[in-house]
């Protein structure tokens, strides 16, 4: 009802405006002269058009408006003309119009629509909403249509509200696995003996004619690749090996031990040529830097130091880790060091300041091993909880490989994107490095007179071709693997499902 006589209200307002018109006189020497039919046109299709050509084109829900009001040509201005008053009354309906320079009338929506209009939209986006939505000057509303309508500016942004509101509440579907790329099984083709303790560490040389183990035996042996012969022993150390890499750059073998010791070996004279002194205690791993003669080495001591390889001089000693530092791996990108450590922590070190870049602390237990992979700027970690795959060079996190509950004491990748781990228990499970996919586990007998708690794979490295894999375990021995030539996708097929990746931080 009161829409009714607010819209009755407008309507008589204009036809009353028509009126006066209609019956307005022009002053002729201070006496009123009624004006002639033709002028009486022209006066009306003037203040038509100025004044109410705005609304004239805007269209009417009343479906006798055309009959009441017949339509005309548009005037120069693009507006349409209608007659004047011809004996019948004329209504023109105000649906609502945007305000410009000529309507000379500013209404503001009303409180009721204001407030529903900023409940709708969240708080953050109101004011950027209505920046896009409303037209310079506001929006010129009909009395009453706050209840029945809203102009179309409002109208979008109410909708786009409900829009965000309802995709904000609808649950998000979680990421799935993509399909994995389809790698052949490993199979156990080869067991090398010789040692007489656990086989702690084990490195290819760069010409894949030879690799070298180093062993709790307290000896550091060199093997023929192809045959698995046994060509040269090295003692000198006086504890475990633990830790063995052979040189890039020059003829040159370095090891490290339990016994604090760090060695640099002429393969030339197969002598020690160079000791680095000052770890206190045990150290655990060592890796040169790919293009510099630079030698890191980490410790039971919770240190990692950074080696001139010619001078001996301890060029950093990088501190901040508050337990025994597992394993250093070097690369000639930024971060050119990384760090995993027994305080279940993972650093990424400055090389030049000595400092550290990143801690990443997402792990719950001890980090005992750190892969780089080969072609892509990631690495992978791993512990007793998972092994989580990362992003250089901040250390973003990728996803998480869950699946080898056992602790990881060793991660080696190819450049095919096969990751294999190696566990305490004697398991070796290999991986899809881009989908985390575990396509095979493994798990080889141990050597005869062995007992089975001396199951465990403390290393493992891909030869230069990566064609063969060899594994430094707790039965003494080195087990060597190389691909099934007889598998295809069709014996050994993918038993993959879209898993809901789990990209948990923790």
Same mark, same amino acid.
């Given at each position: ?81 209608y007659p004047a008053n011809q004996g019948q009354e004329v209504e023109y ?200 003669? #630079? &030698? @890191? ?5 919770? /240190?990692?130091?950074? *080696? $001139?390889? %010619? !001078? ?105 994107? #096969? &990751? @294999? ?5 004697? /398991?070796?499970?290999? *991986? $899809?490095? %881009? !989908? ?71």
């Amino acid at each position: 009802m009161v829409e009714e006589v607010q819209k009755h209200s407008v309507h008589t307002l204009v036809f009353r405006s028509l009126k006066r018109t209609h019956d307005m006189f022009v002053a002729d020497n201070g006496k009123p002269v009624p004006l002639d039919e033709e002028s009486h046109k022209r006066k009306m299709a003037i203040k038509l058009r100025n004044e109410y050509g705005p609304v004239l084109h805007m269209p009417t829900s009343k479906e006798n408006f055309k009959e009441k009001c017949p339509q005309n040509a548009s005037d120069s201005y693009g507006h349409k003309q209608y007659p004047a008053n011809q004996g019948q009354e004329v209504e023109y309906l105000v649906t609502g119009v945007a305000l410009t320079a000529d309507t000379k009338i500013q209404r503001m929506p009303s409180e009721s629509a204001a407030q529903s209009l900023a409940v709708a939209l969240p708080s953050s986006q109101t004011r950027v909403d209505a920046n896009r939505s409303a037209p310079s000057g506001g929006e010129y509303r009909h009395p009453g249509a706050s209840d029945r309508s809203q102009p179309a500016g409002m109208t979008s942004a109410v909708m786009e509200a409900g829009n965000a509101k309802n995709s904000a509440l609808m649950a998000k579907k979680a990421p799935t696995m993509p399909k994995p790329q389809w790698h052949p099984p490993w199979k156990l083709y080869r067991v090398i003996s010789g040692h007489l303790g656990w086989v702690r560490c084990i490195a290819v040389e760069p010409g894949n004619q030879w690799f070298v183990t180093g062993s709790a035996d307290r000896t550091i042996k060199i093997w023929d690749l192809a045959s698995g012969k046994l060509k040269l022993s090295l003692t000198g150390h006086i504890s475990t090996v633990r830790g063995v890499i052979v040189s890039t750059r020059s003829p040159y073998l370095f090891s490290c031990g339990e016994d604090k010791q760090v060695k640099c070996w002429d393969l030339e004279y197969n002598k020690v040529i160079r000791h680095y002194h000052g770890h206190l205690s045990a150290v655990y791993g060592l890796d040169l830097h790919p293009t510099i003669d #630079v &030698l @890191v080495t980490c410790s039971r001591d919770s /240190t990692a130091r950074i *080696w $001139d390889v %010619r !001078t001996k001089a301890s060029v950093h000693t990088l501190s901040g880790h508050t337990n025994a530092v597992a394993t250093v791996r070097c690369q000639a990108a930024e971060p050119q060091i990384i760090t995993g450590s027994h305080d279940t922590t993972i650093r990424l070190w400055d090389l030049v300041a000595g400092k550290t870049r990143v801690t990443l602390t997402n792990h719950k237990k001890s980090v005992r091993a750190v892969v780089l992979h080969p072609r892509h700027y990631t690495f992978a970690s791993g512990s007793p909880d998972n092994i989580k795959q990362w992003k250089f060079p901040d250390g973003s996190f990728i996803q998480n490989l869950s699946g080898h509950n056992a602790i990881i004491n060793t991660l080696t990748v190819n450049s095919d994107g #096969v &990751l @294999v781990s190696g566990a305490d228990n004697g /398991t070796m499970h290999l *991986w $899809d490095w %881009r !989908t985390g996919y575990n396509f095979q586990r493994v798990h080889a007998a141990v050597q005869p007179g062995s007992l089975d708690s001396e199951s465990g794979i403390f290393a493992c490295a891909f030869d230069q071709s990566e064609s063969r894999l060899l594994t430094a375990e707790a039965d003494k021995t080195i087990k060597v693997y190389k691909e099934d030539d007889t598998a295809t996708e069709e014996t050994h097929p993918v038993s993959w499902k879209p898993e809901i990746i789990k990209r948990k931080r923790f």
